[in-house]
Every structure is written in structure tokens, then in C-alpha cells.
């Protein structure tokens, strides 16, 4: 459904403390094997360990790994040496300033960046999902400083992602909970999106 209605990459949600659209790494790795070639997968791990990611990764074998929570010791270099046909994605919550500098070190590291509304640092940690938008002024100066692709996520909708795209101009965009229902993708909701995009 999402490719039909012009989706490029998916989102494939392993474990999760937090948010929606979480499924099992043997439907995982199903999709991953059948999604057609143009079409990126991408596995979204809340694993911080970078041993823990390399074993996530084998077991569904995405295009594409999403981190999106902070790298133990920033050990970028383990995953490479490990996986180095898998591109690397990293999240990066923007909560303040501080935000942009973590981007634009980390942006030295991964193939793209991607920025949500999270937040790593509460008892129970939001990574993702929260159908909260940010501060876009902050995403379009990480946007200005690094040399790397940029997605934007976090409380992106048919109603705001004009206003989203013209302000951080974002090579892609990383959407969630605003084209479900209970819990599910939804058709309409996936086609009102791509119409705005379009208009």
C-alpha cells in the first residue's frame, strides 16, 4: 500500500520501548526480501550495542539500518567493518541546540541523517512516533551544516508538510502515525499525504 501510493523507502520497526507500527523480525526480513529493488527497507533499532545491531541485522537484512537511539561509544567503525553494504542511518532527536552539534558530528559517520521529535532522555524513552512536530529552525540549520542526505520526521501531516518542506528542505521525509488508524496504515490518509506533497 505504501509504495503503491509513492512510498521510496520503508520503515520496518523492530523492538521498541515506545510508539507504533512495531513487528516481528521474521516479517521483517519477509518484506525486506520482497520489497521491489528501486524500493529502500529500512530497520528501525532501538539496539545501542553495536554487536546487538549487526545480530538485528542479519536476522531481517534490510537495505538500510535506522539507529535511533544513541550508539554505544559511537562505534560507527564496528558496524562498517561488520556490514559494509548496509547503509547507516542515525536519529537524532532534536530537543535544543545541543542537537544541531550531535548532527553534525555524527553526520561524519552514517550515509544520512534523520530528525525526530523524541526524547532519548525520559524514564521511558520516546524514539520515534510521537506525532509531534519540532523546532524546524533548528532542523533546517543541522540541514545547512552537514554534507549528508537529511530526512525529517516527527508530527509530519497532509496539513503542515508544505510549510515543513519549504522550511528545512529535507532530501526526504519520515512519516508514522499521522497515515495510520488504530494502529494501522491507512490508504486515504496515505493518499491525502502524497496530494499535498504533489500541490
Known sequence: MAIEHGASALGLVGQM????GIIEDELIYEIARVAPPPISTFLLTSQTNPKAIVQHYKRVQTSTIQIVDELENSD??????????????QVIHVIGQQSVSEAIEISNFVDAIL?????????VKELGGTGRTH???????????????????????KDNVKEAIETVEPFGLDLCSSVRSHGKLDGQKLSDFFKAIES
Open 17 to 20: 520501548p515506545s510508539g507504533p
Open 76 to 89: 560507527y567503525e564496528m558496524l562498517r567493518k561488520e556490514l559494509p553494504n548496509v547503509k547507516l542511518v
Open 135 to 157: 523546532n524546524w529552525d533548528l532542523s533546517r540549520e543541522i540541514r545547512e551544516s552537514i554534507q549528508i542526505p537529511l530526512f525529517l520526521a516527527g508530527g509530519l501531516n
Open 115 to 123: 530528525l525526530d521529535s523524541g526524547n532519548p532522555n525520559l524514564l
